[in-house]
């Protein structure tokens, strides 16, 4: 088969544009396979993994997987990489692959929004990423490695007391707020002042108050000091 490429117990199907796993694959290649890698296709599911459940590695890298990703039970899995794909929800990937892959030591999602760094959005900082891993190893205490780091001790004793509050919670677009049109600036005038064409004097209400220690004497100015 074109693409395919078998050495021992591993298993490569490269760069074939293929949008699923192919069957042929799984009924020629499963029963003894125990590394594979599916990466630079163009994969939204992974039916079909389930003819490989002898894997110990599985590298899954730049394909379309998102957060509709699921695993067949896997248990000799240790090593995983789902480097840029399209996942977001850390959260359920984390809790799945705790389910399904419970000899997991090596994880990385590089790539992926649900991995904040700087590959991924400018925004994102060191800090980000720190919480990030403390809370990847508060679901998953067995990981030995994530991403591109061996995880350390301290990292461990950080995820068992805090990793459940490193979660980051996406803001959501609340369905009432106001939609402020591009074209209008603010301005703190009243709005009888607001059109240039009308110079009649208006009378504005502050909704702030000084109080602080300093004298406002300054604030009132004759005629003859302008």
């Known amino acids: ?17 293929c949008r699923e796993i192919p069957e042929h694959l799984g009924r020629d290649c ?9 990466s630079f296709n163009l994969l939204r599911s992974l039916e079909g993994l389930s003819a490989f459940g002898s894997l110990e590695e599985l590298i899954l890298d730049n ?39 419970p000899a997991l030591e ?8 649900a991995c904040p760094n700087e590959l991924v959005s400018l925004e994102k900082d060191e800090e980000d990423y720190k919480r990030y891993r403390c ?18 001790k301290q990292e461990r004793e950080e995820a068992l007391v805090r990793g459940a509050f490193m979660k ?7 369905s009432d707020s106001v939609v402020v049109s591009p074209k209008s600036r603010y301005t ?16 504005g209400k502050c909704r702030y108050i000084y109080y602080g ?13 302008l």
């Open 106 to 113: 090596y994880l990385s999602l590089l790539g992926n929004v």
């Open 213 to 225: 220690k300093n004298s406002e004497g300054n604030r009132f100015i004759r005629d003859d000091q």
């Open 63 to 101: 394909n379309l997987l998102g957060d509709d990703l699921v695993l067949p039970g896997l248990p000799r899995l240790h090593t995983l990489t789902l480097n840029k794909n399209q996942i977001t929800d850390l959260e359920y990937l984390l809790d799945h692959l705790a389910e399904v892959t």
């Open 30 to 38: 499963g029963h003894f396979a125990k590394r594979l890698d599916l």
């Open 135 to 152: 809370f990847v190893l508060h679901k998953l205490p067995n990981l030995k490695f994530l991403d591109a780091r061996k995880v350390t």
């Open 1 to 17: 088969m074109a693409g395919l490429v078998v050495s021992g117990t591993q298993v490569s199907y490269i760069g074939q544009d």
């Open 188 to 203: 703190p005038l009243p709005s009888a002042s607001r059109e240039l064409t009308s110079h009649r004097g208006v009378l």
């Open 168 to 174: 980051v919670v996406k803001p959501k677009a609340s």
